[in-house]
């Protein structure tokens, strides 16, 4: 990838280009439908995102004993909102933000056997109805998802039904009527892999239960320690007397999940450990969201920002796009797509785009999202927050990683840091802590270099974020010449054509497939306006990647 230079020179290109003076073109929306099958997704770790407020860095007691990167270290709600106001998000092209869990963890520590962690990730859960205070308040919800909504931003948060937290001496275990504490899943079929415990200590909630369970003691005791049992329990009662589900565990969890949709408008809840539990569970959690939502929407009829359902994507681990819409437990298979979640999270794109030239990769993914999955989508992603074979650990190739991920047909997924190539290799930390590094906003700050990979990233979120036709539009090869690639995407009424690896600054491009002779036409990455002539393009650049929108 050629360098982007930060200070933008003035370009020599032929009579037919003219240099583009309306810089509100670098980021204008184009009044174009958000599309959950194309949009851009920036997944944060809450608590290593940003601290935007200090005073709550410290509590329950939670000490600085953690081995490296396994306790918490102060990002915070606060903290993303203060990056919504200040416009980061929208520069980068983002219309969802994913956040891992934010609902209170288990107050100790524990060791798995890579040292002594607290629940900084938000996968440990001691109470679903309350924000763990390390990363701030309900206020501090409301007053993020009403700041992302107003720049038309969308919020995701996390939901975890499949377990608790860790037992520790501070924080006991749930009672054997809402969980099993063993087996220990092998992993080697559909049973052994959902009734089960995933690891040692992770207590399993029985979601296949149907039989009534009263509340945990210790919840009650914590409930009527902060004045607020009776409220819980009556907002309970007319939970199960409207819906007339059986007081189950996994209705219980179901409601308190559900809260936050009808209490903060969120718009979807990424799906933790999906294939743990039953597919059931899936199509029952579906139907409580979307009934959760229609009731945010009927209430809140100023605050809807499209027609647009509730958004559930799934973490099926190890899922990839090859498999359909079945993913192969080996003595079963099973469609969690149906009556449940209109995505899963792609594991297989790293791969791809290690093995495959860029052309394959996305003509083979236009043509099962196309086909066989036609109406539901992917989350494609090139690094995450527990898979230890990121595409780039190194951080040797950050442009190509924004160009796959950004440029690939389904919605794409930036975890925090891959456009300013946060570290994943951290001095002293072990496994997955090495992919949950801070933030590195002084870098950002200071290095040229990192500054480019930003501005690369920057260009190519923007022009998705502006034409759904990029990632869930239809593909069309329109050339290749040695590694020179050119393909339109087309969805609806929206239509662009994108250039890649181009080594001669003397640019000249086929259109005629998509746009009309005099048709006026904007190269985004090198904010040019041309005219189509004679079916081509012909301009100067200083970039090997060409963005054309129509102006």
């Known amino acids: 990838m050629k360098k982007i230079f930060l200070l933008a020179s003035i370009a020599l290109f032929f009579s037919c280009a003219q240099q583009n003076s309306d810089k509100s073109a670098e980021s204008k929306n184009q009044n174009q439908p958000f599309v959950w099958e194309g949009a851009n997704v920036y997944f944060l770790m809450t608590d290593r995102f940003n601290n935007g407020d200090t005073n709550n860095d410290i509590n329950f007691n939670r000490k600085d004993d953690a081995a490296v990167l396994r306790g918490f270290k102060g990002g915070d709600i606060k903290g993303i909102t203060q990056k919504i106001n200040d416009g980061y998000f929208t520069d980068l092209g983002i219309n969802a933000i994913w956040m891992t869990p934010i609902v209170e963890q288990i107050h100790a520590g ?86 089960c415990t995933l690891v040692k200590n992770l207590p399993d909630i029985k979601t296949e239960s149907n039989e009534a369970v009263e509340l945990p003691a210790q919840l009650v005791a914590k409930w009527k320690k902060e004045g607020r049992y009776e409220q819980e329990l009556k907002e309970l009662d007319a939970f199960f007397t409207k819906t007339g589900y059986p007081r189950a565990p996994r209705f219980y969890i179901m409601k308190w999940l559900t809260d936050y949709i009808t209490e903060f408008g969120i718009d979807g809840y990424r799906v933790d450990t999906v294939k743990h539990t039953e597919e059931f569970v899936w199509q029952e959690f579906r139907e409580a969201c979307d009934f959760a939502f229609a009731e945010f929407k009927k209430n809140n009829p100023d605050k809807v920002l499209d027609d647009n359902g509730f958004y559930l994507v799934g973490e099926v681990y190890n899922y990839g796009i090859s498999a359909g819409k079945a993913f192969d437990f080996g003595d079963k298979k099973v469609n969690y797509f149906d009556k449940a979640f209109n995505s899963l999270i792609n594991f297989e794109l790293k791969w791809n785009a290690k093995q495959m030239v860029q052309k394959d990769v996305f003509q ?40 796959m991920l950004l440029l690939t047909p389904g919605t794409s997924q930036v975890y925090y840091g891959d456009e300013t190539a946060r570290e994943l290799i951290v001095e002293g930390a072990t496994g997955d802590a090495n992919l949950r590094s801070l933030m590195n906003w002084e870098k950002l700050k200071t290095d040229p270099q990192t500054q480019e990979i930003h501005t690369h990233w920057q260009k190519l979120g923007q022009f998705r974020a502006n034409h759904p036709a990029v990632g869930a539009g239809k593909h069309q090869l329109i050339s290749q010449v040695t590694n020179e690639l050119v393909f339109s995407r087309t969805y609806k009424e929206d239509k662009v054509v994108v250039g890649l690896n181009f080594n001669n600054k003397n640019i000249v491009i086929d259109v005629s497939s998509v746009f009309k002779n005099g048709d006026e036409l904007h190269d985004f990455y090198s904010k040019q306006n041309v005219k189509v002539v004679d079916g081509k393009v012909k301009f100067n650049s200083e970039f090997d990647t060409v963005l054309l929108e129509k102006k």
């Not at 962690?117 to 308040?137: E, L, Q, V």
């Not at 083979?364 to 927050?385: C, T, V």
Request: aromatic share 12%; with cysteine; glycine share 8%.
């Open 110 to 195: 524990t060791d798995e056997g890579t040292g002594k962690s607290y629940g900084f990730h938000g996968y440990w859960t001691k109470d679903w109805t309350a924000i763990d205070p390390n990363f701030g308040t309900k206020a501090d919800v409301k007053e993020m998802v009403d700041a992302a909504h107003k720049k038309e931003i969308r919020i995701l948060l996390d939901a975890v039904i499949n377990h608790t937290g860790p037992v520790t001496e501070e924080d006991p275990v749930w009672p054997s009527s809402w969980v099993r504490t063993a087996p220990q899943c092998t992993y080697d079929n559909y049973k052994n892999t959902v009734t």
């Open 364 to 403: 083979r993914y236009d043509s099962i999202l196309q086909n066989g999955l036609k109406n539901y989508g992917i989350f494609n992603y090139m690094s995450s927050h527990d898979d230890g074979q990121p595409f780039d650990r190194e951080r040797n190739m950050p442009f190509k990683t924004a160009t």
